[in-house]
């Protein structure tokens, strides 16, 4: 008889498998110039615990760097409340506070603080994974402490996840720790009741480490997604302190993000057990009356045309600069590119524009002459801009070229006129249009903008 340790395994093994297949066809779709979204433009949302993952594992996803979220979740026997920054492109820091409930009505018996951190090892592209290396409780409460090493890659409207878990994450047992073989040091045992505070000198440390993983598909519907994942938490230190009964290893629940800056999900654990979360977002760096800050210097002009269009890496290139690029195709005789561009609030759209064509022409086949750009933001398409890329080229190649000259031969037209035949179907998903206030482009600036900005 196949025992459910067995069971556990196998079924982490085919989500390992299905993230393999997710990782060979997403190389397949680029060796046929298809269209592949590398970094989301959707939302991704935290898990119960205030990490962002899927109901209660966390994955490889990081939020947009200056981002501060604030939030609750609730699972038998924890209400988490945390606050969260993403200080950094590839460093999250949460400060959490979980408390010992029985209900939401009742006085918390007693409470965990802890801080936690997510760090970024790898991005992801077109042939890997993100790899994210993430403490809970790195210092604070032991009863929380947990490590782990997550993956996540994202395939059309999936975004799988898997990963190995230390402390809370490993408590199903599925493996040995690889690290003891390293040092005795990780050897040592896990007090998860003990009153003494966790530290560096816990991490990673114990016999046995576990499986978890799932997946995020989201729904064709803005804002929603399905989230379904399997933990290796057996909450093992509430049995011995008060004879909990956890429910399944298995989550399922519906997540929706409103207008970027609300989020919320409810759903099951097992078949026993209801959990639910809200949290709210902002990033002060994109708050109204504010410009936008680029994060380096503008990609360098090519010296020779790219062979072919790589439309991944236009998109998860831009993305790394905070611009938000989708759909993109070429018409049938392959001179024209066109592309959606979601402006931020509060950003100047010439200077916008300008960044997020750097982007285009770098990674697009030599022969396309013009490209343009459809502008959306939040729930309103706006003008097409189209703009000539030889009057590019020569601005960035002859410093002498005004920016002037661009701007005199770009075609300025409303998106509402059909676009020429595409070249091919795309395999990109369509994205909800995004609000666009087009006295922003028309009237934020009496003059073109210099080079510098562009």
């Known amino acids: 008889m196949v025992s459910q340790k067995s069971i556990h395994i ?16 997403a190389a397949i779709a680029q060796e046929n110039h298809q269209t592949t979204i590398i970094y989301s433009t959707y939302n991704q949302s935290p898990a119960i615990g205030g990490f ?45 506070q979980t408390s010992e409930v029985s209900s939401l009505k009742g006085d918390a018996k007693k409470q965990y603080p802890g801080v936690d951190f997510k760090l970024r090892l790898l991005k992801e592209n077109i042939y890997r994974p993100a790899i994210a290396m993430g403490v809970q409780s790195a210092l604070g409460h032991k009863r929380m402490a947990g490590e782990y090493i997550a993956l996540s890659k994202r395939y059309d409207n999936f975004d799988f996840t898997a ?24 050897k040592k045992g896990r007090d998860y009741n003990s009153e003494t505070p966790n530290s560096p000198s816990n991490w990673f440390t114990g016999e046995d480490i576990g499986l978890f993983g799932g997946v995020e598909y989201f729904l064709p519907y803005n804002g929603f997604s399905v989230k379904f994942d399997y933990g290796a938490d057996r909450y093992t230190a509430e049995k011995a302190a008060f004879g909990y009964s956890n429910g ?25 057990k209801v959990m639910g979360r809200i949290s709210i977002k902002g990033n002060p760096a994109k708050w109204p009356l504010k410009n936008a800050s680029y994060s380096g210097s503008p990609r360098p002009i090519y010296k020779k045309r790219p062979v072919r269009t790589n439309s991944a890496r236009i998109i998860s290139d831009a993305s790394q600069d905070d611009i938000n690029i989708s759909d993109i195709w070429i018409n ?22 300008g960044r997020a064509v750097r982007h285009i022409i770098g990674n697009t086949q030599a022969s396309v002459e013009k490209i343009t750009l459809t502008l959306q933001t939040k729930a309103l398409r706006g003008t097409r801009i189209s703009i000539m890329r030889p009057d590019i080229e020569k601005a960035l190649k002859n410093k002498s070229v005004s920016a ?51």
């Open 10 to 25: 196998i079924f982490l093994s085919a989500l390992l498998a299905f993230l393999s297949i997710a990782l060979l066809r």
């Open 52 to 96: 962002l993952g899927l109901n209660t594992t966390p994955s490889a996803r990081m939020d947009t760097s200056g981002t501060l979220r604030a939030g609750i979740g609730i699972l038998d026997p924890y209400l988490h409340s945390y606050i969260s920054a993403q200080i950094a492109a590839p460093l999250s820091l949460t400060f959490r």
């Open 163 to 186: 990963g190995l878990g230390w402390g809370r994450y490993g408590t199903a047992g599925h493996f040995k720790n690889p690290l003891t073989g390293l040092s005795s040091h990780f």
């Open 248 to 272: 399944a290893a298995w989550g399922l629940g519906l997540a929706y993000t409103h207008n970027d800056w609300l989020s919320a999900s409810a759903g099951i654990q097992g078949n026993d």
């Open 332 to 353: 049938e005789d392959e001179t024209l590119l066109f592309a959606t561009l979601h402006l931020p609030e509060g950003v100047p759209a010439p200077r916008h524009v």
């Open 404 to 454: 002037n000259e661009i701007w005199q031969n770009a075609i300025i037209e409303d998106s509402s006129l059909k676009p020429p035949p595409k070249k091919q179907k795309e395999s990109t998903p369509f994205l909800p249009p995004k609000e666009l206030s087009v006295s922003s482009i028309v009237a934020s600036k009496d003059t073109p903008p210099s080079l510098k900005q562009i």
